[in-house]
């Protein structure tokens, strides 16, 4: 189990980390590991049940029994799929919230280290290289200004057809980071040892492929 190579790929929202982590994946083989659907997909299950956001017990009896499937791009809650349900900003922010609480965190600590199989395993979201896989042979800790990102995730909500407005981004953004940076529990912070990509004025290419030759340079050694 332990020698099945995991990269992590840690970052702020909307950093690029996911598309990056899933070209990577692809180019190696590699299983994929998206945990900040995990807590959106925690966030969607609380919010249709009527769950209050503030009620941590709930919430990680929630997160224990999801039942999760990713196909692809595809992601199914209890068979049904809701791709596009979780991505709507409404789940993304109270996900942040809920994310916040230990015991949520705690229920999906299993889940998530499930997906480390052979070959091997692409992980992003906040605390990867920290937390979830810290014997991970590669970390990465990508960024990007707040303003590159909120413009990313703009073009992207506009293209799924979904509304946008800079400013709300902006201040959205502003405020999840805060509370990912800030929270007391496996807050984002580069792993000791990461390496920093800093995409703020790089395309998703130029990143794939410095992960992807930190990787090899370390399969070289
Ligand atoms: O990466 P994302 O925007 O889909 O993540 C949604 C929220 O989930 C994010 O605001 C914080 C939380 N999250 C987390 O706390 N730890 C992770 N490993 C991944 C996501």
């Known amino acids: 189990m332990r020698s099945v190579p995991v990269i992590t790929i840690d970052g702020p929202t909307a950093s ?5 982590a899933s070209r990577v994946a692809a180019h190696l083989g590699f299983a ?19 769950v209050d956001l503030g009620n941590e017990a709930a919430l990680a009896e929630l997160a224990g029994r999801l039942d999760v499937r990713f196909e692809g791009e595809r992601v199914l809650l209890s068979g049904r799929e809701v791709s596009r349900d979780i991505r709507v900003e409404t789940v993304g922010l109270a996900a942040s919230k809920i994310a916040t ?8 600590v299993v889940l998530q280290q499930g997906f480390r199989r ?3 395993l692409v992980a992003d979201g906040r605390d990867m290289g920290t937390v979830i896989f810290p014997d991970a042979p590669l970390k990465v800790f990508l960024t990007a200004s707040v303003e590159a990102r909120a413009a990313r995730r703009y073009k ?14 902006l201040r959205d953004l502003r405020e999840r980071d805060a509370r990912d940076t800030q929270r007391a529990v496996a807050p984002l912070k580069p792993a000791e040892g990461a390496h920093l990509l800093d995409t ?11 992960v992807l030759e930190w990787y ?3 399969s070289a050694r």
């Open 16 to 20: 690029g980390k996911g598309t990056v």
């Open 156 to 169: 992207q909500l506009i293209e799924k057809g979904f509304p946008a407005n800079m400013d709300d981004l």
């Open 200 to 210: 703020s004025n790089m395309g998703i290419e130029p990143a794939v492929k410095q």
């Open 101 to 108: 609480f230990p015991a949520v965190r705690e229920a999906l």
């Open 32 to 50: 994929l590991l998206d945990s900040g659907a995990l807590y959106r997909l925690t966030a969607l299950s609380a919010l249709e049940a009527g």
């Open 118 to 120: 052979a070959p091997g």
């Open 216 to 218: 090899q340079s370390l």
